[in-house]
């Protein structure tokens, strides 16, 4: 991550003006998610929130989560607008040097994050750390509810963001199964990204 948080807090007031979501989208991934009811999940890269209130349906009323960025002003977007719920912590941290606490979620998942990871050893560092802060079973999840084509065109039209690629889903199941995941799926289309690994049980 080569950026430093200053640059998505400058586009934190404006990030859901600008950003079109797909709730039919982000409904679907979460299905092939396939989270545990009233789990614990760590949603790494949660920005503004984006995610938040899909996966606190997927939970239900039980569930957890632990919201993750580095961009305080992005976080502060999202605690303003989802703070009600009482199943949710934000955590301003790096997910590569924060400490997070070993077999403690259910689930690791991150919505439009992982090409934010410049280099493939992050990559690699962000599977392995969070294997380790999974249960067994639990299951690591990436995805994006545009395609990887339109991800890496967008990147491309910004000199921050033009090392910022996200790799094709084969690449992804690969780089999960070095690290020790198994069961590893994945789906990728024109409008979609998707890749699931678990921990064994």
């Keep these: 991550m080569d950026k430093g948080a200053e640059f998505f807090d400058h586009y934190a007031g404006q990030w859901d003006a600008t950003r079109e979501t797909h709730p039919e989208r982000l409904q679907f991934l979460l299905q092939l998610a396939a989270l545990p009811e009233g789990g614990r999940v760590l949603d790494v890269g949660s920005g503004t929130g984006v ?12 569930g957890k989560i632990t919201a993750v960025d580095f961009s305080s002003r992005m976080l502060a977007q999202a605690e303003a607008k989802f703070s009600f719920y009482s199943g949710i912590d934000f955590c301003c941290g790096n997910i590569l040097t924060m400490d997070l606490p070993a077999a403690s979620y259910d689930a690791v998942v991150c919505l439009n994050f992982f090409p934010h990871l410049t280099t493939l050893a992050e990559k690699q560092s962000y599977a392995a750390r969070a294997f380790t802060a999974l ?8 995805m994006h509810d545009i395609s990887r084509e339109v991800v890496n065109g967008v990147h491309a039209r910004c000199e921050k963001t033009l090392q910022d690629k996200l790799p094709s889903g084969l690449a992804v199941r690969d780089l999960l199964q070095t690290v020790g995941f198994c069961n590893t799926v994945g789906l990728e289309d024109d409008v979609l990204y998707f890749v699931r690994g678990s921990k064994s049980p």
């Design 51 to 62: 995610l938040l209130p899909y996966l606190m349906a997927a939970l239900g009323r039980q």
């Design 135 to 142: 249960r067994p079973g639990g299951r690591i999840v990436i």
